[in-house]
Nanobody, 121 residues
Framework: QVQLVESGGGLVQPGGSLRLSCAAS????????MGWYRQVPGKQRELVAG???????NYADSVKGRFTISRDNAKNTVYLQMNSLIPEDTAVYYC???????????????WGKGTLVTVSS
């Protein structure tokens, strides 16, 4: 069974940095896009950054120049380096992957359980 497990969240002061990791495991055959989303209470989940299997990236305007997404295909892992953090970045961050496993005949979207990032002094 496929699982996505995030790590790296926590409390950081404004201006600080954090690095999130998300490892996918299970009967994975191939992973296409991977990405990070975030959600605050009362608001919709929003895309923060995405990366294709070939390494093409896209970012929300609010994080451009501050966040960097990367992936290690050999480890089925995606990372989010977050610099110059501001209080507005406080949210639960979720990992997402579009992948094909031996459990199904088609690509499916999977989500991690989320990791909390709190930016506060």
């Amino acid at each position: 069974q496929v699982q996505l497990v995030e790590s790296g969240g926590g409390l950081v002061q404004p201006g600080g940095s954090l690095r999130l990791s998300c490892a996918a495991s299970g009967n994975i055959l191939r992973i296409r896009g991977m990405g990070w989303y975030r959600q605050v209470p009362g608001k919709q989940r929003e895309l923060v950054a995405g990366i294709s299997s070939g390494g093409t990236t896209n970012y929300a305007d609010s994080v451009k120049g501050r966040f960097t997404i990367s992936r290690d295909n050999a480890k089925n892992t995606v990372y989010l380096q977050m610099n110059s953090l501001i209080p507005e970045d406080t949210a639960v961050y979720y990992c997402n992957a579009l992948l094909r496993s031996s459990d199904y005949d088609d690509y499916m979207a999977y989500w991690g359980k989320g990791t909390l990032v709190t930016v506060s002094s």
